[in-house]
């Protein structure tokens, strides 16, 4: 697992040296070397106050993450202020204020949407209390946060991409169920997913709405989809595995298989959607990985402690088909 790690923040030293950019955190945030590693950490996890303002409860990933966060916590002995801000930014605002005025030591947030955070990071950093941003990034200026713990959600939008070609033969009448408008998953699925349809002249995106991430809103969109498309679709192309489960409901209501008269891709990979994949109503399914809690309060940790982190530690994932669901789903820890 350590080795994992290592790993991991070594590859995004080499992704970030590579990619040019002068990633340097700035004034207050920037991390001091490790003058000499023999000296004992200031802080140990039990000494730890961590606010953390997660977005949600939307999606079967967001549950995973959630648990994933709060078992850490407790195993690790971190005391953890954790608010759900039931999917509004306004209420992830007024909780980082909060653990500015608690002073607690570090604060995790998951930012709902990209933009909108300059001013309440500012608030943080004026503090003194830096930011981790988990899962989601946020448009800010990089000296506004320590790291950010997270996919690389254009990679799932390109991935999703190839493997719809395939299983299409390059030729499709896509509908494109949205996440929650403005958040970074759903900008960046979107974007990569365009990126590799323009070599498929014959893959066309038909319909694309917001489903925001839920079930309940992927079964409502596809629902009209259908209305006015028709069997005129053959593909949907969820940006998670929520809103291709309603979307899943909705086609059978229609009268269509779905999997079979319609191709179905979604990201996340979620307990959901291998038994999906197992009933051979899904065809795909992108990973995208919840379980952020070691990392982010290993990340945590060194960031009190004054010790240098990467400005970006992403996740491996893989990508999963029906054929090894069965197999795997024993195995899945969300
Ligand atoms: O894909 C979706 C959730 O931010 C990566 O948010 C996360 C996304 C995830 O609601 O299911």
Redesign the pocket.
């Given at each position: 697992m350590k080795v994992a790690h290592i790993f991991v923040s070594f590859l995004a030293f080499v992704v970030i040296l590579g990619s040019g950019c002068s990633r340097q955190p700035s004034s207050l945030f920037t991390p001091q070397p490790d003058s000499n590693s023999d000296i004992t950490p200031k802080k140990n996890y039990e000494d730890l106050i961590v606010g953390y303002a997660q977005l949600g409860a939307?999606?079967e990933?967001?549950a995973a993450n959630t648990i994933s966060i709060k078992e850490t916590a407790e195993n690790l002995g971190v005391e953890l202020r954790f608010l759900d801000a039931q999917q509004k930014q306004d209420n992830q605002i007024v909780a980082i204020r909060k653990f500015i005025v608690q002073k607690v030591d570090i604060i995790g947030v998951?930012p709902i949407v990209e933009t909108g955070w300059e001013e309440v990071f500012q608030e943080a950093k004026g503090a003194g209390i830096p930011i981790i941003l988990v899962?989601?990034r946020a448009a800010v200026p990089e000296d506004l946060y320590v790291s950010y713990l997270g996919?690389d959600f254009l990679e799932e939008g390109r991935k999703s991409a190839r493997i719809m070609a395939d299983l299409v033969n390059g030729k499709a009448n896509i509908v494109e169920l949205v996440?929650t408008v403005g958040?970074a998953?759903a900008n960046d699925r979107y974007t990569g997913f365009r990126e590799i349809l323009q070599e498929y002249p014959e893959m066309k995106i038909i319909d694309s709405e917001s489903g925001d991430?839920t079930r309940a809103r992927g079964r409502e969109v596809m629902r009209r989809f259908l209305q006015k498309h028709g069997d005129e679709i053959t593909a949907v192309y969820a940006h998670?595995?929520?809103m291709a489960l309603g979307a899943i409901e909705a086609i059978e209501e229609y009268g269509l298989k779905p999997g079979v008269d319609i191709k179905i891709i979604s990201?996340?990979a979620a307990r959901g959607a291998f038994e999906a994949m197992i009933a051979g109503k899904l065809n795909a399914a992108v990973e995208?990985n919840p379980l952020l809690g070691p990392q982010f309060f290993e990340l945590a940790l060194k960031v009190v402690n004054g010790q240098p982190v990467p400005k970006w530690v992403p996740s491996i994932e893989g990508v999963f088909f029906p054929e090894d669901a069965s197999e795997i789903l024993p195995t899945r820890k969300y």
């Open positions: 939307e999606s990933w967001r998951s899962d989601r996919s996440g958040s998953p991430f998670n595995d929520d990201v996340d995208c």
